[in-house]
């Protein structure tokens, strides 16, 4: 596809998600709101329609997807669940959550799903409308965030469009998301052990080290405005859009008021609208390294980093 406004925009009713899910079932690609952020949903038992995943995004093959699935039930089908997973499950699903595991040998999904690992990612998201799709589907959906690779995440359906109208088929637009950072991911390691691979909405599991891509979100450049981003900015120079924070004033805030969760909630719609402003360049006041703002952190340093990094 090319050219704009090839893309249907559907609410996220009964009807549009229908419409949806028959898109999803011959092999289209389809943005859905999830309680994080937009993900691009195809199914992931096909390997003509995770390519096309691929192909929309401009997306490293060597990149994994996190699968989307129902709840545990579906989960197991494909993945190995130890007691440890099974306790993360019933504490954290559905919910922001993607636990990575082994995969079982008959799971069916497509390879590049996992791009060559043993394990696959596995989130059940607790999104109405992710939840309604993947029920009215019947198979995992694998959905990375709804923009072409490398950029900033969609927050909002028109986010999406910005980067993908006339590459997918259809965005089903239910309003802006509400935690507004990816999901946490963690490693269920065979020891029993929790490793953090990505921080999130939730604080699970010790700190990742490891090296090599295991999961989404590890790349060093991602999220990326096309702009350079200078990070804990108490002021802006002239030629930069500042990103507020608390005390620190700006352009736009994350939180005027210095809340966390409203931060993240916010921290890619100040990042879109930076990317518009007409500032060659972009400052980001301070955020707190605790809570939530582990991940805002973690996002902001990806989006400040080089291309070749």
Not at 84 to 97: F, N, Q, T, Y
Not at 183 to 191: E, L, N, P, Y
Not at 217 to 243: C, M, T
Request: with cysteine; hydrophobic share 45%.
């Amino acid at each position: 596809m090319s050219g704009k406004n090839v893309t249907e925009v559907r609410l996220a009713d009964a009807e549009g998600i229908a419409a949806a899910a028959r898109i999803l079932e011959s092999g289209g690609l389809v943005a859905v709101p999830t309680e994080t952020v937009y993900g691009l949903a195809a199914r992931a038992d096909s390997a003509e329609a995770v390519a096309r995943i691929y192909a929309a995004k401009g997306r490293p093959d060597f990149n994994p997807l996190i699968v989307h699935v129902a709840g545990l039930a579906q989960a197991e089908r494909y993945a190995e669940f130890s007691p440890e997973a099974r306790a993360l499950a019933a504490a954290h699903w559905p919910g922001p959550l993607t636990m990575v595991l082994p995969r079982r040998p008959d799971a069916g999904l497509a390879a590049a799903v996992t791009a060559g690992l043993p394990t696959v990612a596995l989130r059940a998201p607790a999104h109405p409308v992710m939840q309604a799709l993947l029920e009215a589907c019947g198979f995992p959906l694998a959905a990375p965030s709804a923009n072409r690779s490398g950029f900033i995440s969609p927050t909002c359906a028109d986010h999406v469009l910005a980067s993908l109208d006339g590459r997918i088929d259809m965005v089903l637009d239910g309003g802006a998301t509400s935690a507004g950072v990816e999901s946490t991911i963690v490693a269920v390691r065979a020891d029993g052990s929790v490793e953090e691979l990505r921080p999130g909405p939730l604080a699970v599991g010790r700190l990742g080290g490891g090296a090599g891509i295991e999961a989404p979100g590890q790349l060093a450049s991602h999220y990326a405005p096309g702009k350079p981003v200078r990070l804990n900015a108490e002021w802006a120079e002239p030629d930069e859009f500042l990103i507020g924070f608390g005390a620190v004033g700006g352009d736009t805030t994350l939180s005027a008021n210095g809340n966390l969760a409203e931060a993240a909630s916010r921290l890619y719609a100040a990042l879109h609208e930076a990317a518009r402003a007409p500032q060659p360049r972009i400052a980001v006041a301070p955020v707190p390294e605790e809570g939530v703002g582990r991940a805002i952190n973690d996002r902001l340093r990806r989006a400040a980093a080089p291309p070749d990094a």
